[in-house]
């Protein structure tokens, strides 16, 4: 009896004293094309128990407004919501932003809010096809995470980490042009004003 007892006493010992470590498994992948800039991410970003710290870096790089130096470092959190609002729609391929990181500058030539959640680097407007704009806007407010804003004549939807609120194009009470605004050449226009 005792020496099935010291027998099992290193397995024991080895349950309390390894740590466990993220199975494969667990692992989150991301693809995002920035549209504007055309840099773009692929790959492991979360290991399943943390953000890679590589991988975060390069997303800063990849979602930073060209204009900043140092870029801002992208908060995982929005890397997050954004992840588990793909995967609950099962939106594959990779994402496009329309807008990450922004400066104070392009924000105003952009029309930004005074306080958006792109200038703290934790917000980014993803494109949405039409046809699932529904589906990904009711996930998206499903999570109660963060901040939720639905452009459905711009095509994408606004995703950050900050205060949970919601907020839709369909519920401004400004009168809407009959043509949307290109979204994308006016924060392009705004990077190269800012160079």
Do not use: C
């Not at 407010?141 to 950050?160: A, E, N, P």
């Amino acid at each position: 009896m005792r020496r099935r007892s010291l027998l099992t006493l290193p397995a024991a010992l080895s349950l309390v004293i390894i740590p466990s470590t993220p199975r494969a498994a667990d692992a989150r992948r991301i693809a995002l094309h920035h549209v504007g800039s055309g840099a773009r991410f692929e790959g492991i970003w979360h290991d399943g128990t943390a953000p890679d710290p590589l991988a975060m870096a390069e997303l800063t790089e990849v979602l930073a407004d060209p204009g900043a130096t140092p870029p801002r470092p992208f908060d995982p959190e929005a890397i997050g919501i954004v992840w588990e609002v793909a995967a609950r729609t099962r939106l594959s391929g990779a994402l496009e932003v329309h807008s990450g990181f922004r400066t104070p500058r392009v924000n105003r030539n952009v029309h930004g809010a005074g306080d958006s959640q792109h200038l703290r680097a934790s917000a980014l407007d993803i494109g949405v096809p039409a046809g699932r704009m529904p589906a990904v806007a009711d996930a998206a407010l499903k999570l109660r995470r963060g901040g939720v804003g639905v452009y459905r004549q711009r095509g994408f939807i606004h995703l950050d980490s900050g205060p949970v609120r919601h907020w839709s194009d369909a519920s401004r009470t400004t009168a809407q042009s009959s043509q949307p605004p290109d979204r994308i050449a006016e924060i392009a226009e705004a990077w190269r004003a800012a160079r």
